[in-house]
């Protein structure tokens, strides 16, 4: 099992920029497929970015050429850099872990964006 710890979220002007990370808890991390996904009110849940255990990324069409996440397996660490916010970014992120099926998720950190 691998806990998940967000940070980074706030509230930002349209066109700034922020960066989120999370925290696994354990140093076999480096063997989980990892993604970013993000809910805002009233919407369902939405995959934004992964990034393998090899390190191969895939990305939502609404952030390809905004966000781009980044892996740090000697610090257990994923991060999301989001650049070029737009109010329709705001939501909450969620940080997801996977292995061999087994999905494990964060608590969650609030991006908002103001116009």
């Known amino acids: 099992q691998v806990q998940l710890v967000e940070s980074g979220g706030g509230l930002v002007q349209a066109g700034g920029s922020l960066r989120l990370s999370c925290a696994a808890s354990r140093s076999a991390f480096r063997l989980y497929n990892t993604g970013w996904y993000r809910q805002a009110p009233g919407k369902q849940r939405e995959l934004v970015a992964t990034i393998t255990s090899g390190g191969s990324t895939n990305y939502a069409d609404s952030v390809k050429g905004r966000f781009t996440t980044t892996r740090d397996n000697a610090k257990n660490m994923v991060y999301l850099q989001m650049n070029s916010l737009k109010p329709e970014d705001t939501a909450v992120y969620y940080c997801?872990?996977?292995?061999?099926?087994?999905?494990?998720w964060g608590q969650g950190t609030q991006v908002t964006v103001s116009s």
């Open positions: 997801n872990a996977d292995r061999f099926g087994f999905q494990y």
